[in-house]
C-alpha cells in the first residue's frame, strides 16, 4: 500500500517475494524498491507511471507478469479509499495464477493441434482465441482475428443476426447453437458454405468467466456433391430411358420411369431384388463376369 507521494504505507509478508521489501521499509519511496518481477514484462520505471494514472484516472490497472523464476502472477494496482471516500493512496495486489496459466497453456495446445476451425469468444462475441487451423482455413492473422468482434470479421461474412441471436443465448441459457450454415463469399478464398457449432465452456484461468467455444466446418464441397445429386437423381428419375443401379452384389437400388415402361416392374416390385431378374435364363451366367469387371473397375456394354 503506497500513500499519494508513493512512499510505501503498509507491507504484507507475501508482497516481499515479488518486492525486495522488509517490515523496515515502511516509510520509504516506492522507487527505492527493487522488482523480483521480469523487465520483459514492466519495468519499474513503467510501474511508477502505472501508478500514477491509477492516482490521476482513478481506472484500476491489471497485467499479467512473471517473477524471476518465470512463475505467473496478476498485477492489479487499485486506487485507495478512506473511510470518508478520499483517494489516499494505491494497493498493489499480486495474485498467483501460474498453475491455472499453465493450464490454460495446455489447453491452447490441444486446440490447436485439433483440424477443424476453432474460436473462442467471450461473452460480447469478442475473439478470445483462433486456432492455427482457423487462421489457415480464413487466410488471416492471429493479429487480425483475436480481439475483434466476431460479426466485424473479414468483410463482416459471421453477422448473421439469426446466428447471433443464438450464440448471445450460449452462455445466459445454457444452450447450444448445432450446425448453423452460413454461405457467404468468404475473403480470400471465395464461395464457401460453413457449418457454425456452438458451445459453453468455462475459463480456466479465471473460473468465474464462461466462454463461448466455437467450431466450423467447411462443407461446400458436401454442398456442391449432394446438389449436383440431386439434380442428376431428378434427371434419372424422369427420364423415359431406363436407368437402373445396381450395387456390386447385383441387387437393384433405383429404379426410374423409363426402367417401368420397359420391363413393367414398379419401382417398388423391383428395387431390392437381384438384377438377375431382368436378365434371359439362358445369359444369367454372365452376371458374375460382369460384376468382377465392375469391382475391377472396368467399363461395362452389353
Known amino acids: 500500500m503506497l500513500d499519494r507521494r508513493l512512499y510505501i504505507r503498509r507491507i504484507t509478508p507475501e508482497a516481499t517475494k515479488l518486492f525486495k521489501v522488509v517490515p523496515g521499509d515502511v516509510g520509504r519511496p516506492f522507487a527505492d524498491i527493487k522488482l523480483n518481477i521480469k523487465e520483459l514484462d514492466i519495468t519499474s520505471h513503467d510501474l511508477e507511471l502505472e501508478i500514477t ?3 490521476d484516472s482513478l481506472q484500476p490497472f491489471e497485467r499479467e507478469v512473471r517473477d524471476l523464476q518465470n512463475c505467473w502472477h496478476e498485477l492489479s494496482i487499485l486506487p485507495y479509499r478512506t473511510q470518508d471516500n478520499m483517494i489516499d493512496g494505491v494497493v498493489l495486489a499480486l495474485q498467483d495464477i501460474d498453475a491455472m496459466k499453465r493450464s490454460q497453456r495446455y489447453l491452447q495446445t490441444i486446440l490447436e493441434n485439433i483440424p477443424t476451425p476453432l474460436l473462442v469468444l467471450d461473452a460480447d462475441l469478442r ?5 492455427e487451423t482457423f487462421c489457415a482455413t480464413f487466410q488471416v492473422t492471429p493479429k487480425e482475428t483475436i480481439g475483434q468482434l466476431l460479426y466485424l470479421l473479414g ?8 446466428l447471433t441471436e443464438l450464440l ?10 448445432k450446425n448453423f450454415s452460413v454461405t457467404h463469399e468468404f475473403p480470400r478464398i471465395g464461395l464457401k458454405t460453413m457449418l457454425v457449432s456452438g458451445r459453453r465452456i468455462e475459463d480456466i484461468v479465471e473460473q468465474r468467466v464462461p466462454l463461448i467455444l ?5 462443407i461446400t464441397e458436401r454442398r456442391d456433391a449432394e446438389i449436383a445429386h440431386a439434380r442428376l437423381a431428378a434427371i434419372v428419375k424422369c427420364s423415359d430411358d431406363a436407368i437402373i443401379a445396381k450395387n456390386l452384389d447385383g441387387i437393384i437400388e433405383t429404379w426410374n420411369r423409363g426402367a417401368e415402361q420397359l420391363f413393367g416392374y414398379t419401382a417398388e416390385e423391383a428395387i431390392g431384388q437381384p438384377v438377375t431378374m431382368l436378365m434371359p435364363p439362358d445369359r444369367i451366367d454372365e452376371e458374375s463376369v460382369i460384376l468382377s469387371n465392375l469391382r475391377q473397375g472396368r467399363h461395362i456394354d452389353h
Open 53 to 55: 494514472k491509477v492516482l
Open 127 to 131: 475473439v478470445h482465441f483462433a486456432n
Open 155 to 162: 468483410n463482416e461474412q459471421w453477422r448473421v443476426p439469426a
Open 168 to 177: 448471445e443465448k450460449v452462455l445466459p441459457e445454457h444452450n447450444m447453437v
Open 214 to 218: 466455437l467450431t466450423i466446418e467447411d
